[in-house]
């Protein structure tokens, strides 16, 4: 059997100390924005217009890609982590859907979510500082899991400058 491999972008977004993550109707638990890279885009534009669609804010990412001498190329913002996760699991472990997940950081200019018609409303989005990561608190009727807390953790240092 052959397994199946997207590429998705997920950005993490940051405003004054806190990353907002949201309660994905399909995915248990509290995640950051983000989907499929559409065939025309690199994965930094998929994320960036992920976050655009499911915020309506605009994102800002976090690049310290350095320029390389390459005539006849450009480089890309380098993602923070690149993921792989299996999402179709069959019972005898063969893998049949994997998702290649590129991971950004990014600031935003505020905290008013506003998501693009056809997407959840803000109700589902929520702002978490590092404190209210590792207690577990939140609004929402879902947690993060372990490595979304870790990260977001990380993405705040990151836009504070310390990480």
Known sequence: METTRHFTATVYIVNDGATALHDHHRI???????GHVDRD????????????????????LLDA??????????ALPQPRHQLLYDINVHE??????QHIDHVYYATV????????????????????TPAEL?????ALDATPDPDTVEISIEA????????
């Open 28 to 34: 248990p638990g509290c995640i950051p924005p983000g």
């Open 41 to 60: 885009e690199l994965p930094h534009e998929a994320g960036l217009r992920e976050v655009r669609e499911e915020t309506g804010l605009e994102p800002t």
């Open 65 to 74: 890609t350095p320029e390389v001498p390459a005539p006849a190329g450009r």
């Open 92 to 97: 005898d472990g063969r893998v049949g859907h």
């Open 109 to 128: 200019p505020s905290r008013e979510v506003d998501p693009a018609d056809g997407e959840d409303g803000p109700e589902v989005w929520d702002w978490f």
């Open 134 to 138: 590792r207690a577990g608190e939140t």
């Open 156 to 163: 705040i240092e990151a836009a504070a400058g310390t990480g």
